[in-house]
């Protein structure tokens, strides 16, 4: 093994590692911000509300930082396995843009009614989109799983 394939090799696992962290959270987050917001519905007590206003933040933060590092690792899969990338591009490339239409088109137009929603749009429209961002996250993961999934099938048979 090269110099070259070590270092590929040890910049995506930083991508890799740096990336799942965001996902990961944004999915429980993304769970926890519905039920606390549908819990503030219930209620009318400002705690749940404040606490889906902060964590609101956070969501916004991780979820951005999520898209990038996503991107980057995206690029990564054509350069340091081009010969991979071309074998398994038709049904990885398939899978992968399932994700981003999920991500970016449900998760991110949706993010924006959650982050300046508040006090624009009617609570209950506001809390259609913390449900959308939750489906959109977790049909998200769905892709990435099956992505992944199929990936350990193809490595296993050869």
């Not at 049904?91 to 399932?98: C, D, P, Q, R, S």
């Not at 959650?114 to 009617?122: E, K, L, P, S």
Request: contains cysteine; positive net charge.
């Amino acid at each position: 093994m090269s110099w070259m394939e070590i270092l590929s090799r040890a910049q995506f696992a930083f991508t890799v590692s740096f990336h799942i962290l965001f996902p990961a959270f944004s999915i429980g987050l993304s769970t926890f911000l519905m039920i606390f917001e549908a819990t503030w519905l219930i209620t009318k007590k400002d705690k749940y509300l404040a606490l889906v206003k902060f964590w609101t933040k956070i969501f916004a933060l991780t979820f951005g930082m999520g898209v990038v590092s996503g991107i980057v690792m995206e690029f990564q899969f054509g350069t340091n396995w081009s010969g991979f990338a071309e074998k398994v591009g038709p049904v990885l490339g398939a899978l992968f843009t399932y994700e981003v239409l999920t991500a970016f088109f449900i998760e991110a137009g949706a993010l924006g009614i959650m982050i300046f929603g508040w006090g624009r749009v009617n609570k209950y429209l506001h809390f259609l989109s913390n449900v959308v961002i939750f489906l959109g996250v977790t049909l998200s993961a769905f892709w990435i799983l099956s992505a992944n999934s199929w990936r350990k099938c193809i490595y296993i048979m050869f």
